[in-house]
């Protein structure tokens, strides 16, 4: 299995940005398409954006398209999610996930079929 430990987040203004990374051990990095959600107090979770296990296909939700970027770094067995023009509705706490039940070039988008999640870092985007 793999371990994954989230770190990046904290309090921006809006209009801000911030960058989180995801961590990943115990497993071959490779074999793993990766995902980012988030979940605000009093909310379901909900799917940002998710990566292939080849870096090449991404995907976006369309709440953060444009505004956020998924990527990862096979070298380093990080996944990182870029995320500029914050607002406060970005307020939630954020997760990467990890999944080996997919091809190279597909992208999971369903928080379901994901077998690996993160701890979790805090976003704060103040007004």
């Known amino acids: 299995q793999v371990q994954l430990v989230e770190s990046g987040g904290g309090l921006v203004q809006t209009g801000g940005s911030l960058r989180l990374s995801c961590a990943a051990s115990?497993?071959?990095?490779?074999?793993?398409?990766m995902g980012w959600f988030r979940q605000a107090p009093g909310k379901e979770r909900e799917f940002l954006s998710a990566i292939s296990r080849n870096g090449v296909n991404t995907y976006y939700a369309s709440s953060v398209k444009g505004r956020f970027t998924i990527s990862r770094d096979s070298a380093g067995n990080t996944v990182s999610l870029q995320m500029n023009s914050l607002n406060p509705d970005d307020t939630a706490a954020y997760y990467c996930?990890?999944?080996?039940?997919?091809?190279?070039?597909?992208?999971?988008?369903?928080?379901?079929?994901?077998?690996?999640w993160g701890q979790g870092t805090q976003v704060t985007v103040s007004s």
């Open positions: 115990g497993r071959t990095f490779s074999d793993y398409a």
């Open positions: 996930a990890a999944t080996r039940r997919t091809s190279a070039i597909d992208v999971v988008v369903t928080d379901r079929l994901y077998s690996y």
